[in-house]
């Protein structure tokens, strides 16, 4: 079965500064791989996501993930954040094959934006 | 842009009751999901529903859930008898292929229910 860890709980970055949000995932296959950004109270609204192809993703509000298959990882990476940013975020992996596409979601690391 | 809708946003009920949540996938969607999040926790599936039938369910999804597709655009989460444990965000989602397509899923706004 598929897991993803997220080993950073909470993070806190100056505004302008970069960011780098960490995802490691566990699957015997290579597979979907996807970030999703929870604001406050809100719903789950996908950054972008990998399934074949080039390993340097492009998503949505300028943020970007590279899949590394030999590390078993697939981080989010912003190179300026905003104070817009401030949000849970949540790596997560589907299984391909699967009956259903359902997907794990990580534990989420919250992102605190220090102005 | 096409998106999942989820009623009540938010629900307050005595344990015991039963709650029905509400979900209407994007109309040309083919897989339909309800996840939670307990306050301050992940997003945990509970379960996946395809062609009239649960696809997968887990753990969480005990005998008091139970889901449906009841006219065709309406996606329900009932839960019979709700217990404190149960007050969560609840999450409905939809994606257009399973299995071996792309997969992937739009989540609604979620349901948030407090069960007193």
């Known amino acids: 079965a598929q897991s993803v860890t997220q080993p950073d709980i909470h993070i806190t970055v100056s505004e302008g500064a970069s960011l780098e949000l960490r995802c490691n995932y566990s699957?015997?296959?290579?597979?979907?791989l996807f970030w999703y950004v929870q604001s406050p109270g809100q719903g789950l609204q996908l950054l972008l996501k990998y399934f074949s192809g080039d390993t340097l993703v492009q998503g949505i509000k300028g943020f970007e993930a590279e899949f590394k298959r030999s590390q078993s990882s697939f981080n989010l990476r912003k190179p300026s954040v905003h104070w817009s940013d401030a949000a849970e975020y949540f790596c997560?992996?589907?299984?391909?094959?699967?009956?259903?596409?359902?997907?794990?979601f990580g534990s989420g690391t919250r992102l605190s934006i220090r102005p | 842009e096409p998106e999942v809708t989820q009623t009540p946003s938010h629900q307050v009920t005595q344990m015991g009751q039963e709650v029905i949540l509400r979900c209407v996938p994007i109309?040309?969607?083919?897989?339909f999901y309800w996840y939670r999040q307990i306050l301050g926790q992940k997003v945990e599936f509970l379960v996946s529903f395809y062609n009239n039938e649960i696809s997968e369910k887990s753990e969480i999804f005990d005998d008091q859930f139970s889901v449906e597709r009841p006219d065709g655009s309406n996606f329900t989460l009932k839960i019979r008898s709700t217990k404190l444990e149960d007050s969560a965000m609840y999450f409905c989602?939809?994606?257009?292929?399973?299995?071996?397509?792309?997969?992937?899923?739009?989540f609604g706004e979620g349901s948030r229910l407090t069960v007193l």
């Open positions: 109309s040309n969607h083919l897989y």
């Open positions: 699957y015997g296959a290579t597979p979907y």
């Open positions: 989602a939809s994606s257009q292929t399973g299995g071996t397509g792309t997969g992937e899923l739009f």
């Open positions: 997560a992996v589907g299984a391909r094959g699967s009956s259903a596409s359902k997907i794990i």
